[in-house]
Protein backbone atom coordinates (compact mmCIF):
# COMPACT_ATOMS: atom_id res chain seq x y z
CA UNK A 1 0.00 0.00 0.00
CA UNK A 2 3.17 2.25 0.74
CA UNK A 3 4.14 1.88 -2.98
CA UNK A 4 0.78 2.82 -4.38
CA UNK A 5 0.50 6.19 -1.64
CA UNK A 6 3.83 7.01 -2.71
CA UNK A 7 2.73 6.77 -6.50
CA UNK A 8 -0.69 8.91 -6.26
CA UNK A 9 0.99 11.21 -4.41
CA UNK A 10 3.65 12.09 -6.89
CA UNK A 11 1.34 11.73 -9.83
CA UNK A 12 -1.31 14.01 -8.31
CA UNK A 13 1.49 16.37 -6.69
CA UNK A 14 -0.35 15.78 -3.23
CA UNK A 15 0.75 14.99 0.37
CA UNK A 16 0.45 11.07 1.20
CA UNK A 17 -2.40 11.75 4.03
CA UNK A 18 -4.16 13.14 1.04
CA UNK A 19 -2.91 10.46 -1.28
CA UNK A 20 -3.69 7.91 1.30
CA UNK A 21 -7.28 9.04 1.80
CA UNK A 22 -7.71 9.28 -2.17
CA UNK A 23 -6.43 5.71 -3.04
CA UNK A 24 -8.72 4.58 0.10
CA UNK A 25 -11.97 6.87 -1.85
CA UNK A 26 -11.37 5.29 -4.93
CA UNK A 27 -10.88 1.54 -3.78
CA UNK A 28 -14.18 2.00 -1.90
CA UNK A 29 -16.21 3.28 -5.17
CA UNK A 30 -14.68 0.56 -6.58
CA UNK A 31 -16.28 -2.00 -4.15
CA UNK A 32 -19.49 0.27 -4.40
CA UNK A 33 -19.85 0.86 -8.09
CA UNK A 34 -17.43 -2.25 -9.74
CA UNK A 35 -18.45 -5.89 -10.63
CA UNK A 36 -18.08 -7.58 -6.84
CA UNK A 37 -16.42 -10.71 -8.43
CA UNK A 38 -13.36 -8.57 -9.80
CA UNK A 39 -13.17 -5.97 -7.64
CA UNK A 40 -13.41 -8.72 -4.88
CA UNK A 41 -10.02 -10.44 -6.94
CA UNK A 42 -8.22 -6.83 -7.33
CA UNK A 43 -8.65 -6.07 -3.63
CA UNK A 44 -7.07 -9.20 -2.47
CA UNK A 45 -4.12 -8.59 -4.51
CA UNK A 46 -3.48 -5.20 -3.03
CA UNK A 47 -1.64 -5.74 0.42
CA UNK A 48 -4.20 -2.99 2.49
CA UNK A 49 -6.68 -2.09 -0.01
CA UNK A 50 -9.85 -3.22 2.83
CA UNK A 51 -8.10 -1.20 5.47
CA UNK A 52 -7.89 1.74 3.05
CA UNK A 53 -11.27 1.57 1.73
CA UNK A 54 -12.83 1.18 5.02
CA UNK A 55 -10.77 4.25 6.76
CA UNK A 56 -12.02 6.49 4.11
CA UNK A 57 -15.71 5.10 4.31
CA UNK A 58 -15.47 5.93 7.94
CA UNK A 59 -13.71 9.42 7.60
CA UNK A 60 -15.56 10.58 4.70
CA UNK A 61 -17.59 13.58 5.44
CA UNK A 62 -20.89 14.70 3.62
CA UNK A 63 -20.55 16.62 0.72
CA UNK A 64 -21.35 20.91 0.73
CA UNK A 65 -24.23 21.66 -1.81
CA UNK A 66 -22.29 24.38 -3.69
CA UNK A 67 -19.34 22.02 -4.17
CA UNK A 68 -21.43 19.12 -4.85
CA UNK A 69 -22.42 21.24 -7.65
CA UNK A 70 -19.84 22.95 -8.92
CA UNK A 71 -17.86 19.38 -9.13
CA UNK A 72 -21.20 17.55 -10.55
CA UNK A 73 -20.91 20.10 -13.37
CA UNK A 74 -17.75 20.16 -14.33
CA UNK A 75 -17.76 16.24 -14.10
CA UNK A 76 -20.95 15.84 -16.19
CA UNK A 77 -18.79 17.80 -18.77
CA UNK A 78 -15.80 16.04 -19.07
CA UNK A 79 -17.89 12.85 -19.53
CA UNK A 80 -20.21 14.24 -21.90
CA UNK A 81 -23.58 13.75 -20.25
CA UNK A 82 -25.60 14.80 -16.87
CA UNK A 83 -25.72 12.04 -13.82
CA UNK A 84 -26.86 8.92 -15.81
CA UNK A 85 -23.45 9.33 -18.20
CA UNK A 86 -21.48 9.79 -15.41
CA UNK A 87 -23.47 7.04 -12.70
CA UNK A 88 -21.45 6.64 -9.41
CA UNK A 89 -18.50 9.01 -11.04
CA UNK A 90 -19.65 12.15 -9.65
CA UNK A 91 -20.18 11.18 -6.23
CA UNK A 92 -16.13 10.19 -6.10
CA UNK A 93 -15.44 13.22 -7.39
CA UNK A 94 -17.21 14.95 -4.49
CA UNK A 95 -15.40 13.15 -2.20
CA UNK A 96 -11.78 13.67 -3.44
CA UNK A 97 -12.75 17.22 -3.89
CA UNK A 98 -13.48 17.32 -0.04
CA UNK A 99 -9.77 16.70 0.25
CA UNK A 100 -9.06 19.96 -1.39
CA UNK A 101 -7.64 18.02 -4.17
CA UNK A 102 -8.35 19.73 -8.14
CA UNK A 103 -10.06 17.73 -10.66
CA UNK A 104 -6.68 17.67 -12.56
CA UNK A 105 -5.50 16.21 -9.02
CA UNK A 106 -8.32 13.97 -9.12
CA UNK A 107 -7.81 12.61 -12.20
CA UNK A 108 -4.15 11.80 -12.07
CA UNK A 109 -4.27 9.98 -8.87
CA UNK A 110 -7.67 7.82 -10.58
CA UNK A 111 -4.77 7.17 -13.18
CA UNK A 112 -2.40 6.19 -10.88
CA UNK A 113 -4.37 3.86 -9.27
CA UNK A 114 -5.48 2.26 -12.11
CA UNK A 115 -2.05 1.27 -13.45
CA UNK A 116 -1.18 -0.21 -10.10
CA UNK A 117 -4.08 -1.87 -10.31
CA UNK A 118 -3.34 -3.29 -13.89
CA UNK A 119 0.28 -3.67 -12.85
CA UNK A 120 -1.54 -5.92 -9.93
CA UNK A 121 -4.58 -7.64 -11.76
CA UNK A 122 -3.61 -7.31 -15.33
CA UNK A 123 -5.41 -5.37 -18.43
CA UNK A 124 -8.38 -8.10 -18.39
CA UNK A 125 -9.21 -7.85 -14.66
CA UNK A 126 -9.21 -3.94 -15.30
CA UNK A 127 -11.28 -4.30 -18.29
CA UNK A 128 -13.66 -6.33 -16.29
CA UNK A 129 -14.01 -3.05 -13.77
CA UNK A 130 -13.99 -0.21 -16.40
CA UNK A 131 -16.22 -2.09 -18.38
CA UNK A 132 -19.51 -2.00 -15.76
CA UNK A 133 -18.90 1.28 -14.38
CA UNK A 134 -19.89 4.04 -16.49
CA UNK A 135 -17.11 6.89 -16.75
CA UNK A 136 -15.11 5.31 -15.24
CA UNK A 137 -12.20 4.39 -18.10
CA UNK A 138 -11.75 8.64 -17.73
CA UNK A 139 -9.77 7.85 -15.25
CA UNK A 140 -7.70 5.09 -16.00
Avoid at 13 to 41: C, H, N, R, W, Y
Wanted: glycine share 20%.
Amino acid sequence: MEELISRVSSAAGIDTSTAQSAVGMILGFLQKEGPSGPVGQLMGMIPGAQDAANAAASATPAAGGGLMGAVTGMLGGLLGGGSSAAGGVMGLASQLSSTGMSMDQMENAGKAVFAFAQEKGGPDLIGQISSAVPGLSRFM
